[in-house]
């Protein structure tokens, strides 16, 4: 090889040793992580991507682990933005304090949690007490509320999952759930394996509902956008943003959009409630 060349390839690697820990910290402040939620993750993703389009200057790093990951990471401080489906949980704000830091709660979007059944299965309605008699075992079988003569295959989300936590508060309310229910990481896992399963039921956020699965009515209510926002479909809730302590800079710039006009047409082409 060329001495010349060795010696320019060799500057080269010291001017990349030297100079890109300079670099990344010049632009710590221009960056953003947020973490959490996968049912807020679509409109975390597609809000970073649109606020990094107007702001180039700035890079958004989104992942999912579900909402206790997102609260942790605040806690943790590994994350900037801790995205959660549920509400902080007492123990978590303890917790927070413990580590000096002061979760904050932003709203940002409002959402359903829709009960999903295979295309195949004639059921279009249930009770909120029959969904909790399914996922308790009380009810076992489609035939017991009107359906197929075939067993019930009860798919839920795992305990990190905001999702869960409000399932748990809304529907099964205190019953423990049969242990034999497959406990999925995601919306999207949900979804898809019930979409994949003749004689599933599962559940998940209306921003996740295809033509691949039938989304019924509970306690006579359809999930959508009307019943949501009013308050008629009994298992609503809204999606969160956490911070620690009040928002400042790209972090506070970016919350301040999902919540513009703008940022909350996002999320209803997420297939979201806009606040």
Not at 21 to 27: D, G, S, V
Not at 57 to 67: D, F, K
Not at 101 to 109: F, I, Q, T
Not at 176 to 195: C, E, F, Y
Request: hydrophobic share 40%; net charge positive; with cysteine.
């Amino acid at each position: 090889m060329n001495k010349n060349l060795v010696k320019v390839l060799l500057v080269c690697v010291i001017l990349t040793l030297v100079v890109s820990p300079a670099f990344a910290r010049r632009n710590k402040g221009n960056s953003v992580r947020i973490a959490g939620s996968t049912t807020v993750l679509p409109i975390a993703q597609a809000g970073a991507e649109a606020f990094m389009d107007q702001f180039p200057e700035v890079n958004l790093t989104v992942r999912g682990g579900g909402s206790s990951v997102g609260i942790a990471s605040i806690i943790s401080g590994t994350a900037d933005i801790g995205d959660a489906s549920r509400n902080i949980k007492n123990k978590e704000i303890v917790q927070a304090r413990e580590n000096g830091v002061n979760p904050v709660e932003h709203a940002v979007a409002n959402d359903g949690i829709a009960i999903v059944l295979h295309k195949s299965n004639p059921v279009k309605a249930l009770t909120t007490d029959q969904v909790q008699a399914i996922y308790t075992g009380k009810i076992s079988n489609w035939s017991e509320v009107g359906g197929p003569n075939k067993p019930i295959v009860c798919i839920s989300r795992d305990v990190a999952s905001g999702t869960f936590e409000v399932f748990n508060k809304l529907v099964l309310r205190g019953q423990k759930q049969i242990s034999g229910a497959l406990m999925l990481a995601s919306n999207n896992a949900v979804a898809t394996t019930v979409a994949d399963t003749p004689g599933a039921i599962g559940y998940a956020g209306i921003g996740y509902l295809t033509d691949r699965i039938s989304a019924i009515k509970i306690d006579g209510v359809m999930p959508s956008e009307a019943t949501i926002k009013s308050g008629t479909y009994p298992i609503a809730r809204q999606l969160y943003m956490y911070t620690n302590g009040k928002p400042k800079g790209w972090t506070k710039k970016f919350i301040d959009f999902i919540l513009s006009a703008e940022g909350q047409k996002i999320v209803e082409e997420q297939g979201f409630v806009a606040l």
